[in-house]
């Protein structure tokens, strides 16, 4: 979905933004997309689950050890990317929250 200058996925993997009107490649818009949080609910070997929209959802871990019920983690194609501090994820899933709030209440 497009809202003015925010291209969005929150419920996605993905919030993404134009780094700049000006800058271009071949065309396109250049953005710079942040991950988006996932909080884990289970651990299993060599995979956790999250939850992604509302619904549990498997995903591969590599090389992240030590991962734990509650953490947060940023998901890409069903891969563990990192670790995220709680803080940091929380501001992040609220922000996606007010934005689709004021998106849905601008809609109407």
């Known amino acids: 979905m497009t809202a003015g200058p925010l291209i969005m996925a929150c419920r996605g993997e993905f919030l993404c933004r134009p780094l700049s009107a000006s800058k271009t490649n071949q065309g396109m818009s250049i953005h710079m997309c942040k991950a988006i949080p996932r909080k884990i609910l289970q651990v299993d070997e060599g995979r956790i689950q999250v939850l992604y929209d ?8 590599h090389d992240i050890p030590g991962l734990t019920v509650g953490e947060y983690v940023t998901v890409y194609a069903e891969q563990v990317l990192e670790r995220m501090p709680a803080e940091e994820a929380e501001d992040i899933l609220r922000f996606c929250d007010e934005l689709e709030a004021m998106l849905e209440e601008a809609s109407r």
């Open 54 to 61: 509302g619904e549990p959802r498997w995903v591969m871990v």
